[in-house]
């Protein structure tokens, strides 16, 4: 009888063992299947961001930085400086997320997809990583430009930073996603980061303290979500912040989770991709 | 073990916009099949194969695939399923290779292990040659072909097509014939939806008709074919005729003076008319069937359906 237990026992663990050895080849397939798309494209993906952030470096940061002086103790280019690495994360992980998931709608090879006994978390998990590679890389990559014009720049908190950045990139990925299961048209995935998301991060005091504001400004800026991200991530590049860290990543923490269950809410309904 | 490849059970659909697309159909597919699902446009061809790949959601009924339901074994089921859409839904951009090896991964297959079915299969259906091209860049023929090495690589046991030959030269169109015959041969049960008539006729061995949301009829080709009462017989002359002859229990016309179509009764015997014609100093150089008995019954079917 014991025999026959441990037979079963072993049979279901094998079952499952290959159950997982799929799942995981086809997250894997997806993700890479994400990244070999942004850099087919890197003249669209990854050079634009570079090419932004150096004219910012050179008009904000070289040519106007030193008439402003010092911004929280700090140089005004090196007070940029993480303020402008997070806007090319924000914005490049939304838009690598819409834009794949809205094209693979628009292109019906979301059927590829539908039809695979993919599971929903892992559909969703490989779009966000593609979102997260590339907002990554496009990090790495502002910030190497930015030590081409601020060569002394040292990081005071490596973990805070490469937690927020993880972090931050996960949110925007999925918010890119909501985004995108929703759009009906490509205008419908440009207006979010058009006309909601980048005038919010410009104003959630990425060129600025919100110190320096007057104090109805300042408490009108509370309210900006994009804020929390920014000065968090500040936190850990420079070690100042004008929000509560503990705070902004509880927030932060809150917000993937909200997100990731409503996405994979969409996904079981078919939410804009199943009739 | 199931009897049946696939197993439908009052499958109803009704789309957002009150569209009833289903309207409880019932049907049954058996293991090793060839069957042909016909019917007009937005007579719920498609909706069906949707659902059954999980492209549409339902609103009632049941369906198993190898008797896995698609509510309670839906990955199983999966497994289990290739489906040839209508519309081309792989992405253009990448090259014919990487768009097979990725169908495979969703499949939980590495790429090690499917390089050599995709080769395997590539080469069996001719786009090996064009493995580095991207996609975008095929022709029609050829993106069909893409669409059915893609559907094939995971290797199901049902394979549905959606009107796979539609726009496609018919050199092509037989090759893909004779490819889907040697795969059903080997085993795969496969359900075809065409608007080629002929192409059902040719393939399959059961036929299924569908029209306003309900079925109907199910039964086999041969069945379905010894329902025609009448056959069409289509005689090229040898002289010009400047009328139709009038022989009696044989209806005749001139379709052009050296062509002469007969409708005859499946009671009768084509050796009376011959007979007749010989009398009349009518001789024939060639004879063939009148193309195409099984859409002169699919019309009356929907006809009649409609009435």
Redo the contacts between chains.
Sequence with gaps: MRLIDLKNYLSKWLIQMKNNFRVSVSLWTLTVKEVRRFLRIWVQTLVPPAVTMSLYFVIFGSLIGPRIGSMDGFDYIQYMIPGLIMLSVITNSYNNVVSSFYSVKFQKSIEELLISPMPNWSILLGFVLGGVCRGLLIGIIVFGVSLLFYPDFTVANPLLTIVVLLLTAILFSLMGFINAVFADSFDDISIIPTFILTPLIYLGGVFYSINILPDLWRSISMANPMLYVVNTFREGMLGVSDVSISFSLGMIITFILVLTSSCLYLLKKGTGIRQ | MAEYALEINNLQKV?DNNIVALKGIDLKVAKGDFYALLGPNGAGKSSTI?II?????KTAGKVSVFGNDIDTD???A??L?G?V?Q???????EKVL?IVV??A??????KSTAMPKVENILKRLGLWDKRNVQARTLSGGYKRRLMIA?ALIHEPQLLILDEPTAGVDIELRREMWSFLKEINKNGTTIILTTHYLEEAEQLCRNIGIIDHGTIVADTSMKDLLGRLNVQGFVFDLDHPLDEAPVIEGFPLKLEDPLTLVAAVNKDRSINALFSELTKLNIKIKSMRNEANRLEELFIEMVNSNEK
């Design positions: 789309y949707g790949g999980s492209l549409v959601t839906l990955n199983k999966k497994s399923l489906v859409s519309e081309i839904n792989f992405s253009q951009f990487d990725t169908q991964g969703f499949y939980g297959i590495p893609k």
